[in-house]
């Protein structure tokens, strides 16, 4: 966006990456809702493309605000105009610095995951968020213990409804074939021979469908074997040297629900939840979301910081000092939002704040007047979960309407899962999973808060043409 407005400027885009993320087979669904693909392409090409952007690959280890300067890890200083920090976030291990724990948010840390899950025989996984739901069922001939703090499998998107219409997947023998994915993965040369980055190391975050072309296959030679533990967390890892010390019992992998057969296999690494039971594994996934990349820009600088440790940004992108704007998820939005917006760290949500972010770089520079974003005016996410289409509108879980709102509900088996939230007679949020059709006579519902009470439940009626209804 800069590139093309500041033609004569120089743009420096600082990544510790060799590549760079592009968005690919850009697809504007509805008013609010954009399909994409994410690559992994050689900064060269955006070069070629931007003569007025250089791509420096360093680190930064310090931000000095008060000078305009940003020094790199390879010793060099650069002076800024203005600066845009999108540097992400990175994933909360439950266990920092364990061998046996790996955490999982980019695509170098996906390629260490596939290296040890090819000798694996049984893996945990802690985490209820889309990585987690994604990884348990792309998983095969690998026992998985699932560990999760919530009553239902992912709470991030799914109430416990949805989480019901979707578990027969998880135990279903075959899954079918994928749809085919148009993403190409890019590989720098001798890239592969390099050592798989620490955890510490941050790569690039994972697109939406980052397990495809990754061979996620443990020894055995059965397809899905899933055992979810609910209403847990991970207490404590023991080596097996330790385990073996305490001379307590692990379980076996449950053949019935509640099955607590002791185990008689020696693993090299042990789980104890919080409920009691300890199972021993090859190695364990913390999937359990991520934390902003905050840390090489606070030192020394009075950033104001988000309760979840973003950095706070306003209408505009600004963080709290000058000349420094911050997108995506090393910021937390802090202007009020619309009723049926609200921040999550997702992809979608990266993209439309960089973007918007360098409008109001250009605006600011310009000394131009901007309006806030129309993405910003309403929620919406469209991704795929078990080979399903899923998407989510507004406040899909009624997040913040409190006790005053109510849902109606139509499923069918193995087909489709409609959720609405309503709250005074209007439409405030929608869960659709599977072929639906309806996201955007629900997004225009939303949008234009029309009284529905005289429809009631009529609302979902399969038998109601409710697209004709409102067109």
């Not at 509805?30 to 392409?41: A, G, R, Y």
């Not at 921040?343 to 973007?355: D, E, K, P, S």
Request: charged share 25%.
């Amino acid at each position: 966006k800069l590139a093309v407005e500041f033609s004569s400027e120089d743009i420096f885009l600082m990544t510790t990456s060799p590549v760079i993320k592009a968005v690919t087979n850009f697809k504007q669904v509805s008013k609010t809702l954009e399909e994409f693909d994410v690559e992994e392409q050689p900064s060269s090409l955006l070069e070629k493309r931007y003569p007025n952007i250089k791509v420096i690959q360093s680190g930064v280890k310090q931000l000095k605000s008060d000078e305009h300067k940003i020094f790199t890890e390879d010793g060099k200083e650069y002076i800024y105009e203005k600066l845009c920090l999108c540097a992400g976030a990175k994933p909360k291990l439950i266990f920092e610095g364990n061998p046996y724990v790996l955490g999982i948010r980019d695509t170098d840390s996906a390629q260490a995951f596939q290296k040890n899950l090819a000798q694996a025989e049984r893996i945990v996984v802690v985490g209820n968020g889309g990585i987690a739901l994604e990884l348990v069922y792309e998983i095969q001939g690998c026992e998985v213990i699932w560990a999760i703090k919530d009553k239902a499998i992912g709470n991030t998107f799914f109430d416990a409804g949805a989480a019901e219409f979707l578990i027969p997947k998880l135990t279903a023998e075959n899954q079918e074939t994928p749809i085919e994915c148009k993403r190409t993965k890019y590989t720098v040369e001798g890239r592969e021979e390099r050592p798989i980055a620490a955890s510490d190391k941050l790569g690039s975050a994972l697109g939406p469908d980052w397990h495809e072309g990754l061979q996620l296959k443990g020894t055995k030679e059965f397809s899905h074997k899933v055992h979810i533990e609910i209403l847990c967390e991970v207490k404590k890892i023991h080596l097996q040297q330790e385990f073996l010390q305490l001379q307590r019992t692990s379980l076996s992998f449950p053949k019935e629900e509640n099955n607590v057969e002791p185990d008689e296999v020696l693993w090299p690494v042990y789980v104890e939840l919080t409920n009691g039971k300890i199972y021993g594994c090859d190695f364990i996934v913390s999937a359990t979301g991520v934390v902003p990349n905050v840390k090489p820009f606070l030192d020394g600088n009075n950033f104001a910081v988000g309760e979840d440790g973003g950095l706070k940004v306003d209408k505009h992108m600004h963080t709290s000092l000058p000349d420094i704007y911050a997108a995506g998820d090393i910021c937390t939005a802090s202007w009020e939002p619309s009723p049926v917006w609200h921040q999550m760290r997702l992809w979608t949500q990266a993209r439309q704040m960089g973007w918007y972010a360098g409008k109001c770089m250009a605006a600011e520079a310009l000394g131009e007047a901007i309006d806030m974003d129309f993405c910003f005016e309403l929620f919406a996410h469209v991704t795929k979960f078990f080979n399903y289409k899923v998407v989510v509108l507004g406040k899909y879980n009624a997040q913040g309407l409190g006790l005053d709102h109510e849902l109606l509900l139509r499923c069918t088996k193995g087909q489709e899962y409609v959720k609405v939230v309503m709250q005074n007679g209007r439409m405030m949020g929608a869960l659709l999973i599977g072929e639906t059709d309806l996201e955007e006579t629900f997004e225009n519902l939303i949008l234009n808060q029309m009284d529905l009470s005289a429809y009631g439940e009529d609302l979902l009626n399969p038998d109601i043409d409710i697209e004709d209804y409102f067109d």
